[in-house]
DNA sequence: CGGATAGTTGACAGGAGTCAAGGTATGTGG
DNA sequence: CCACATACCTTGACTCCTGTCAACTATCCG
């Protein structure tokens, strides 16, 4: 297995890539254009085609990446547990921040479909965070991101019933790949699976339940049409704001937390 | 509602602020003595009783934290969803670094027992950064721990049985905690249902089913002495390697990754 | 055309949510 | 110091969601 995976190549077009460090790299927001053309010599592109690795975890490699179009899943394994996708990513995004940390890829990274990718050394950040500590300010953004896409990910597809997390994913997946609602991309039954934390089985079960429904419709396999209903939908099912009478979704409440601070302390260390 | 939950005092030991500040926090962990010296200057201690709010969601004080000893919770609420928890906290971690990237503060952090921490204006932070720009290695360290406990919560802690998932709990809190394995202090059950994503009565059922198992014993209320099996317990249940014959555990399996590349294309945008 | 992989579906069992009834503990007021 | 009120925890009964096992179908590729 030779693996020809990702190919990277050095740009040519700049115009090409400076427009893409400016609108969808936060990252380097902040630099001057002389910084961020000298940057750009330095960044190869890549084409990442369906389900080609582009790094794997524990590997070590002194780059990180932003994605240009595409959609990428960052992959977990712990050693006794199943593995879990904890992330998917889409336009402009970066993968492989915590190279800058000292530490080897924590995920596998692997391309959902074909996607194009900008190969960011980081030798690069180095030098343009020497050059200009303003750096700094999109580093802070880029990891940000991080952090709540994966908070989202425990709060919404990790909790509740997996009808509604499947709806919060179809709507997650048009949100960052930029489909057209009438031509959605969703990934496979076994990447549901391995997003949601269920079998492929529940994942096969629900999405023929939202089908029955109308709120999606399978115009090609992988394809798939999504009602308006499906994305509108934050929440309100337009019944029941009071005393709801869900079939199943009472689960727990930290609310009540401010009110705790002036009363209650019983034991304490 | 006075909330007289947290109140910060500027330094008066400077040794033991320093002393904090070197072993506790990777994050000063690049500068020069003189930087620390100046920095603790600008630091305030504070104390946290169980149950007080440090800071709330949406809130923009100009601030992050760290833990000198304790616990602290992470409560994420979206909008039509049940709030969670999304991450558990202790000694030398970092809370509110989404301050950095000029966000307001994402969580609500209350102190799941007293609490020591010190506030660190974030003018402080890009002072030193501006001194000493190696401060940069310290920030990716703090970010990349935040990024692999959410991980850990979503790939460990949010999948498979509620029983295997309460005794990573358990090992969790012990790990973060530092508290002696015959005294562990567990969140209570409405605690660990926000933790788990799940029901209060499943909390109590299980934290029940590892009592009759012996695993977990209770010396006091919220005290817990755990058995060194439970511990130990990273996965192996010293049977069935090959053809599981567990009761329930199969979930989906992101393996078989690396083999893609090669063959494997059939449609694509 | 045929083999392989993935998706679909049914039957079944058991896990987990829901509802509701005590029990226990902490805190207040007499 | 004791009685009461308020939480929270505990438990049982019941339902149904979801995992498991297995057979079958659809797709893709050689």
Same mark, same amino acid.
């Given at each position: !297995? ?18 893409? %460090?400016?609108?969808?790299? %936060? ?17 190869? @592109? ?85 050059? @200009? ?27 509740? !019933? ?13 949100? &960052? ?11 496979? @039954?076994?990447?549901?699976?391995? &997003? ?9 079960? @629900? ?19 999504? /009602? ?7 929440? %309100? ?11 199943? /979704? ?20």
């Amino acid at each position: !297995m030779p693996s020809p995976c990702v190919q990277f190549v050095r740009h040519r077009d700049d115009s090409d890539c400076r427009q893409c %460090a400016m609108r969808s790299s %936060a990252l380097f927001g902040d630099l001057r254009p002389l910084d961020i053309e000298w940057a750009t010599r330095h960044i190869d @592109n890549g084409r990442a085609v369906r389900d080609s690795v582009i790094y794997a975890a524990g590997e070590t490699d002194d780059a990180l990446y932003t994605i240009r179009v595409g959609v990428v899943k960052l992959i977990m394994q712990f050693p006794g547990h199943e593995s879990r996708i904890v992330r998917l990513l889409g336009r402009g995004a970066t993968l492989g921040l915590e190279r800058l940390a000292g530490k080897p890829y924590t995920h596998t990274a692997v391309a959902l479909r074909t996607t194009n990718l900008c190969r960011i050394p980081l030798s690069v950040i180095h030098e343009l965070h020497t050059v @200009n500590p303003r750096l700094l300010h999109g580093l802070m953004v880029k990891w940000e991101e991080q952090v709540l896409w994966a908070d989202r990910w425990i709060a919404i597809l990790s909790t509740g !019933m997996i009808e509604r997390r499947l709806c919060d994913l179809v709507r997650l997946v048009v949100d &960052i790949s930029g489909d057209p609602p009438d031509a959605v991309q969703l990934p496979s @039954n076994g990447d549901i699976a391995a &997003i949601l934390g269920i079998t492929p089985e529940s994942a096969s079960r @629900n999405m023929a339940k939202l089908k029955r429904q109308g709120l999606l419709t399978r115009v090609a396999p992988w394809l798939y049409r999504c /009602s308006p209903v499906l994305l509108a939908e934050t929440d %309100a099912p337009d019944d029941a704001p009071p005393a709801a009478s869900a079939t199943q /979704s009472k689960l727990s409440d930290v609310r009540r937390q401010r009110k705790a601070s002036t009363a209650s302390r019983r034991r304490d260390d």
